[in-house]
């Protein structure tokens, strides 16, 4: 039997990121014009900095996206190439302008406006059937920037791959419409292996009050669910077996744009390697932990080493130990 293409297959957003930064990024209308401290142009896009991020990590990675034929387009496709991210499923439509987004970060805080462009063009139709067959593993981000194109068909694209012996996991990210809840997602929930919302996301999922109540709620139509808890780390939950929470000590951040992106390729990769779940999940928070030391969502992710050697820093507790 041949071995897997890809380590790891990613389905999502693909668009730059313009990045401003500053203590005070609030923009002043009626022409006014403010200066911050710094502004630079960053691979963006949760699904683009996951797959970079896996790469980094070692794995074999391919991109599933939509971009248009402009400069834009073509400055993602070459970036996310350098990094070793294969781009051939990544569709270049003619008409439409590729995504982007400006994110106005000062500090842990940051606001996001985003034009989605041609990134919501992508159906399941544009993934190729020989990418999910020769993946180890399928993850899909920004699902509600997608459910319109994407989400009639990405339950079956995930089962699909499921059938090929791959596992899958879907990263929702915020959904701007505050829809949350439909049937094209809670069948793409249903074929998913894992979950992995942050805080926010969780609790607006499952209509649960509090992060444990809403981790066990998700877990219990499942995937198994890490709930992404920022600097204080992550709440694991599989089924109906005891919650578990995963911190590492604490790290002074540059910027957090894309760190929980980086957690995903962090968490997959350990599973990929053998690690057990709480295990992997440490190896996420080393790998979103350490990509915040730099600008941008990339720049600052890890490779292997890197991240192994504070993961194995990681506390590994059940909730009720660290007081959650």
């Known amino acids: 039997m041949s071995s897997p293409d890809f380590d790891l297959v990613v389905i999502g957003d693909c668009n730059p990121d313009v990045l401003v930064l500053g203590p005070d990024v609030t923009p002043v209308f009626c022409q006014a014009e403010k200066l911050v401290d710094r502004m630079s142009l960053e691979i963006g896009g949760s699904a683009s900095i996951t797959a970079v991020a896996a790469a980094r990590l070692g794995l074999r990675v391919a991109l599933a996206a939509a971009v248009g034929r402009d400069a834009a387009g073509t400055f993602m496709l070459d970036a996310l190439a350098r990094e070793g991210v294969d781009v051939s499923a990544v569709a270049i439509r003619d008409g439409l302008a590729t995504g982007m987004t400006v994110a106005l970060s000062r500090g842990g805080d940051r606001a996001i406006l985003t034009a989605l462009g041609a990134m919501n063009s992508l159906t399941a139709a544009d993934i190729p059937a020989s990418v999910l067959s020769g993946a180890r593993h399928v993850h899909v981000s920004s699902y509600f920037l997608l459910a319109d194109s994407l989400g009639p068909g990405l339950a079956d694209v995930l089962a699909s791959a499921r059938a090929a012996g791959a596992t899958t996991s879907l990263d929702t990210n915020w959904d701007p419409a505050q829809r949350w809840r439909d049937e094209r997602l809670s069948a793409a929930i249903a074929q998913a292996d894992l979950l992995l ?128």
């Not at 969780?202 to 992060?211: C, K, M, Q, R, W």
């Not at 780390?233 to 951040?253: D, I, N, Q, Y």
């Not at 350490?290 to 080493?305: E, K, R």
């Open 197 to 324: 919302p942050n805080e926010a996301e969780a609790l607006a999922l499952s209509g649960a009050s509090t992060v444990p109540a809403a981790a066990a709620d998700l877990a219990a139509r499942g995937p198994r669910v890490a709930v992404k808890l920022g600097a204080r780390g992550v709440l694991l939950a599989s089924g109906f077996a005891e919650l578990h929470r995963v911190s590492l000590p604490p790290v002074t951040p540059v910027d957090t744009t894309g760190a929980g992106d980086c957690f995903n390729a962090g968490l997959i990769a350990g599973l990929l390697h053998g690690l057990p779940l709480p295990r992997a999940a440490a190896l996420g928070c080393a790998t979103g932990a350490l990509s915040t030391g730099a600008l941008g969502g990339t720049a600052g992710a890890p490779d292997l080493q890197k991240a192994m050697d504070l993961a194995a820093r990681a506390i590994i507790a059940l909730p009720a130990e660290t007081g959650f």
